[in-house]
């Protein structure tokens, strides 16, 4: 497996990160894959909403976690593109708490040899 190859599967591994934390409700899981200066913005059920993550934290730890409660959450990770030590991935979820569908674009960098997620936008349905 080549240098960019290994990136691209360590990014992937970031984003599954992501898509495990949300899914079992581990808030600490998704701590370690946000860098602490992360952003967020997007559209959330037509409000537009800018921050930080520490609201999507919130909202996953007064859930019951999707793993527990049935819903039908799939996430789909639909392209990644890495340049030296940043990416970007777009992730499709669908039935987020049984609901919601998201279409996310992230933003990562490699700082200390690991992937964070730096920046995210969304949009839902």
């Known amino acids: 497996m080549g240098k960019s190859e290994s990136e691209v599967e360590a990014v992937r591994h970031a984003i599954q990160q992501y898509i495990d934390g949300s899914y079992s409700g581990s808030v600490d899981t998704l701590r370690k894959v946000f860098h602490t200066k992360a952003s967020m913005a997007g559209y959330l059920q037509g ?47 669908t039935g987020f708490f049984g609901v919601i569908n998201f279409t996310d674009y992230f933003h990562l960098l490699k700082e200390h040899g690991e992937w964070k997620i730096i920046s995210k936008t969304f949009t839902s349905e």
């Open 47 to 93: 409000q537009l909403v800018i921050g930080t993550p520490g609201p999507f934290f919130a909202d996953i730890e007064k859930h019951p976690p999707m793993a527990e409660s049935g819903a039908p959450y799939k996430a789909e990770i639909k392209s990644v593109d890495v340049a030296g030590q940043i990416a970007t991935v777009i992730l499709v979820e």
